[in-house]
């Protein structure tokens, strides 16, 4: 079994930054792929970025360039350095991990309870 654990989000004013921490522990394997979801109220949850256990990373067009994501060389930490927030970026983050490389959360088996990130305009 594989627990995520999200930590790091707040409140910050726009053009702010925030660091957010996902912590893998159990069986994980350090080939899955870690990644990180947001939902805000009343939307759907949504593809924020991803990385493979090869360091592969791809983002959500609109965080690309603002939001930066990395894993520790244990592969069992994931960060999510976000720069330049917007109050569009106001949702509760989860972490994920699974074994596709994928934007679609279906293909994530494990998920963290979420953090909550506000952006205040």
């Known amino acids: 079994q594989v627990q995520l654990a999200e930590s790091g989000g707040g409140t910050v004013q726009t053009g702010g930054s925030l660091r957010l921490y996902c912590i893998a522990s159990?069986?994980?394997?350090?080939?899955?792929?870690m990644g990180w979801f947001r939902q805000a109220p009343g939307k759907e949850r949504e593809f924020v970025a991803t990385?493979?256990?090869?360091?592969?990373?791809h983002y959500e067009d609109s965080v690309k360039g603002r939001f930066t994501i990395s894993r520790t060389n244990a592969k069992n930490t994931v960060l999510l350095q976000m720069n330049s927030l917007k109050p569009e970026d106001t949702a509760i983050y989860y972490c994920?991990?699974?074994?596709?490389?994928?934007?679609?959360?279906?293909?994530?088996?494990?998920w963290g309870q979420g953090t909550q990130v506000t952006v205040s305009s």
């Open positions: 159990g069986r994980i394997s350090e080939t899955y792929v």
């Open positions: 990385v493979s256990g090869s360091d592969s990373t």
């Open positions: 994920a991990a699974g074994g596709r490389f994928s934007t679609y959360y279906g293909n994530y088996e494990y």
